[in-house]
């Protein structure tokens, strides 16, 4: 039977209903995501993105805004999301309840904005508010809403849908204005995070179903825009359409060099030589049947699934293939009667694509809020597809809510349940090495965070287990340095900080940190080297400009020391303690210079 779209959601449905559904959608999201107002910051790129960034945490400055715009921090160029967060701290400080409730708004914008899309597009009302309702309450949402950090993917999704809005009005009526809007819109998507290179395809799809603007391959099926009218639709070449959205497809080649500079730069970006091409393409076939699965069951959700070094196994990988192949066969043979299987799946698969691991960037295989776009798509497909298996059930509208209604109510709680587990650095990490208890970096994470709590010994012996499941890895032994130095076993914390520098050369914490112990033996000239080297790396590093000042205070040269406090204080001009220090030194100078005259 071929598909027709409808317009359910006009008549009576259209204001009150329109009202009804938004307040059940935030509703309902909010009862989900409300654990989040007891959870903190997390040690897990929270420290870096916010809290012990100097540039953000001091709100937004000009020189904070031409940083904004001019760095490649952590791996991304990304400015209008560093505005964000440096507009949160200027309004909340580093109180984290400010900066989690400003993720949870913009989700709930992402969640009315999707619905309003659908609705406009396809003018299925229930369709379209079953879609934002799984696309809001998905346990699969939680990282995006959770982790401070990933504020750049709610951020950069207000900004797709803004730009799926403004290509609605711009087909219904063409106008150079709502183009350039559309386009405005766009381009600080961009801003916001990279992913948005996808949409000009999204929209290309859009363009076939449910717009019906695409000349070929339409079979008994009317576009809303069609229905709308009353009139037929004109059609388009498909060179005319890929022409129409030129102007969007010329930003996304730069987009794509930029964040590929700016992930080098980072050393996000792994080298081929480490990962082969043909281990990145049999990890993409798993890892799309793997989001598949969990899309479908979220069950042993977690921060960071650890990318491992062993390939999979060849049988995996080809019963992955043959499955993937089948459904994009499935689609293609339905394409000109079920036009929505193709979009939905052709949307969850182009949008993964740049996250999918061909071009391998950080750590992990797969990551909870790479989801957050590309699950729309299947969320579709769902709720297209089970309205047209069951249009001829005699109680389809009872069956169909009654289904629905338990499927959102298992999200919900899911969801509930999943948020606790952000309440802390501990808490997340422990449920993180729970799900994979071979997981190196949330091993060392971990302790970190027990190391903070005081909880020493069980904090060492997660570093131990850090350095057992990965050789080369320095930041254990980084760590348990500070361990065996928070329990006064100066000598081992001496060894482990030398052997994070023989793993990682580029280590400047380390380099500060030994050079603390040294001088703490009374071994200055080496400290006062460890100190220079730490700078070397990273010259606005105010720590180790403190401990140098304080090396050569020790060693009597105090014009040394005191030029070193100086430029501590022009990096950290608040440190009160930097500040005691230089006027103690000053005094010191001032009274060897008057020994000497004497």
Same mark, same amino acid.
């Given at each position: 039977?071929?598909?027709?779209?409808?317009?359910?959601?006009?008549?009576?449905?259209?204001?009150?209903?329109?009202?009804?559904?938004?307040?059940?959608? $935030?509703?309902?999201?909010?009862?989900?995501?409300?654990?989040?107002?007891?959870?903190?910051?997390?040690?897990?790129?929270?420290?870096?993105?916010?809290?012990?960034?100097?540039?953000?945490?001091?709100?937004?400055?000009?020189?904070?805004?031409?940083?904004? %715009?001019?760095?490649?921090?952590?791996?991304?160029?990304?400015?209008?999301?560093?505005?964000?967060?440096?507009?949160?701290?200027?309004?909340?400080?580093?109180?984290?309840?400010?900066?989690?409730?400003?993720?949870?708004?913009?989700?709930?914008?992402?969640?009315?904005?999707?619905?309003?899309?659908?609705?406009?597009?396809?003018?299925? %009302?229930?369709?379209?508010?079953?879609?934002?309702?799984?696309?809001?309450?998905?346990?699969?949402?939680?990282?995006?809403?959770?982790? /401070?950090?990933?504020?750049?993917?709610?951020?950069?999704?207000?900004?797709?849908?803004?730009?799926?809005?403004?290509?609605?009005?711009?087909?219904?009526?063409?106008?150079?204005?709502?183009?350039?809007?559309?386009?405005? %819109?766009? /381009?600080?998507?961009?801003?916001?995070?990279?992913?948005?290179?996808?949409?000009?395809?999204?929209?290309?799809?859009?363009?076939?179903?449910?717009?019906?603007?695409?000349?070929?391959?339409?079979?008994?099926?009317?576009?809303?825009?069609?229905?709308?009218?009353?009139?037929?639709?004109?059609?388009?070449?498909?060179?005319?359409?890929?022409?129409?959205?030129?102007?969007?497809?010329?930003? /996304?080649? /730069?987009?794509?060099?930029?964040?590929?500079?700016?992930?080098?730069?980072?050393?996000?970006?792994?080298?081929?030589?480490?990962?082969?091409?043909?281990?990145?393409?049999?990890?993409?076939?798993?890892?799309?049947?793997?989001?598949?699965?969990?899309?479908?069951?979220?069950?042993?959700?977690?921060?960071?699934?650890?990318?491992?070094?062993?390939?999979?196994? $060849?049988?995996?990988?080809?019963?992955?293939?043959?499955?993937?192949?089948? #459904?994009?066969?499935?689609?293609?043979?339905?394409?000109?009667?079920?036009?929505?299987?193709?979009?939905?799946?052709?949307?969850?698969?182009?949008?993964?694509?740049?996250?999918?691991?061909?071009?391998?960037?950080?750590?992990?295989?797969?990551?909870?809020?790479?989801?957050?776009?590309?699950?729309?798509?299947?969320?579709?497909?769902?709720?297209?597809?089970?309205?047209?298996?069951?249009?001829?059930?005699?109680?389809?509208?009872?069956?169909?809510?009654?289904?629905?209604?338990?499927?959102?109510?298992?999200?919900?709680?899911?969801?509930?349940?999943?948020?606790?587990?952000?309440?802390?650095?501990?808490?997340?990490?422990?449920?993180?090495?729970?799900?994979?208890?071979?997981?190196?970096?949330?091993?060392?994470?971990?302790?970190?965070?027990?190391?903070?709590?005081?909880?020493?010994?069980?904090?060492?012996?997660?570093?131990?287990?850090?350095?057992?499941?990965?050789?080369?890895?320095?930041?254990?032994?980084?760590?348990?340095?500070?361990?065996?130095?928070?329990?006064?076993?100066?000598?081992?914390?001496?060894?482990?900080?030398?052997?994070?520098?023989?793993?990682?050369?580029?280590?400047?914490?380390?380099?500060?940190?030994?050079?603390?112990?040294?001088?703490?033996?009374?071994?200055?000239?080496?400290?006062?080297?460890?100190?220079?080297?730490?700078?070397?790396?990273?010259?606005?590093?105010?720590?180790?400009? #403190?401990?140098?000042?304080?090396?050569?205070? $020790?060693?009597?040269?105090?014009?040394?020391?005191?030029?070193?406090?100086?430029?501590?204080?022009?990096?950290?001009?608040?440190?009160?303690?930097?500040?005691?220090?230089?006027?103690?030194?000053?005094?010191?100078?001032?009274?060897?210079?008057?020994?000497?005259?004497?």
């Amino acid at each position: 039977m071929p598909y027709k779209a409808t317009n359910e959601g006009k008549g009576k449905l259209s204001r009150h209903g329109t009202l009804f559904v938004c307040l059940a959608l $935030l509703l309902l999201t909010v009862i989900a995501v409300f654990p989040i107002r007891h959870n903190d910051f997390i040690n897990f790129d929270d420290d870096f993105y916010v809290v012990n960034n100097q540039h953000v945490t001091g709100g937004i400055t000009r020189q904070s805004v031409v940083w904004a %715009f001019t760095a490649f921090h952590m791996g991304h160029w990304h400015p209008l999301t560093w505005l964000s967060h440096m507009l949160d701290c200027q309004l909340f400080g580093l109180n984290p309840l400010g900066h989690h409730l400003d993720n949870v708004l913009l989700h709930l914008i992402n969640v009315l904005l999707l619905f309003a899309v659908l609705r406009e597009l396809t003018g299925a %009302f229930w369709r379209s508010a079953f879609v934002a309702a799984a696309f809001a309450l998905h346990p699969l949402r939680v990282e995006s809403i959770a982790w /401070v950090s990933d504020r750049k993917d709610l951020l950069s999704t207000v900004f797709w849908m803004l730009t799926m809005l403004a290509y609605l009005r711009y087909v219904r009526r063409p106008r150079v204005g709502i183009y350039l809007v559309m386009l405005l %819109f766009f /381009v600080l998507g961009l801003l916001a995070k990279a992913m948005l290179v996808t949409l000009p395809f999204v929209l290309l799809l859009l363009d076939y179903w449910p717009l019906g603007r695409l000349g070929w391959g339409q079979r008994g099926w009317q576009s809303p825009l069609d229905a709308a009218a009353g009139t037929a639709w004109s059609k388009v070449s498909i060179y005319r359409l890929i022409w129409e959205k030129l102007p969007l497809i010329v930003f /996304v080649p /730069v987009s794509a060099v930029v964040g590929g500079l700016a992930q080098s730069s980072g050393g996000a970006m792994m080298d081929v030589s480490a990962l082969p091409m043909i281990d990145r393409i049999t990890n993409a076939i798993v890892y799309y049947v793997r989001y598949l699965g969990k899309i479908f069951y979220p069950d042993n959700l977690a921060v960071l699934y650890i990318l491992k070094n062993d390939p999979f196994p $060849l049988g995996k990988v080809l019963l992955c293939l043959l499955l993937l192949v089948c #459904i994009t066969a499935l689609v293609v043979y339905l394409l000109g009667r079920r036009p929505y299987l193709a979009v939905g799946w052709l949307w969850f698969l182009g949008i993964m694509l740049p996250v999918i691991g061909l071009a391998q960037s950080g750590p992990q295989s797969t990551a909870d809020r790479y989801t957050y776009l590309p699950s729309i798509g299947i969320f579709m497909i769902i709720a297209w597809g089970m309205e047209e298996l069951t249009r001829k059930w005699r109680y389809r509208r009872a069956a169909l809510g009654f289904a629905g209604s338990g499927v959102l109510l298992a999200m919900v709680v899911g969801t509930n349940m999943q948020m606790r587990y952000w309440e802390n650095s501990t808490t997340l990490f422990e449920q993180a090495v729970e799900v994979d208890p071979d997981n190196f970096l949330m091993h060392n994470n971990l302790g970190n965070a027990l190391l903070a709590e005081k909880r020493d010994d069980e904090a060492i012996q997660h570093f131990l287990t850090a350095s057992s499941f990965k050789k080369n890895y320095a930041e254990p032994h980084y760590n348990l340095g500070l361990a065996f130095r928070a329990r006064g076993e100066v000598h081992k914390a001496i060894d482990h900080f030398r052997q994070a520098l023989r793993i990682k050369k580029d280590y400047p914490e380390a380099y500060n940190n030994l050079g603390v112990m040294l001088a703490e033996q009374g071994q200055l000239a080496e400290a006062i080297e460890l100190f220079q080297q730490a700078l070397s790396i990273r010259p606005d590093y105010a720590d180790s400009y #403190i401990n140098l000042a304080m090396a050569y205070r $020790l060693q009597g040269n105090y014009s040394e020391s005191v030029k070193y406090f100086r430029r501590a204080l022009e990096l950290k001009p608040d440190d009160a303690e930097a500040s005691e220090l230089l006027a103690e030194t000053l005094q010191m100078q001032g009274q060897n210079k008057l020994d000497i005259l004497q």
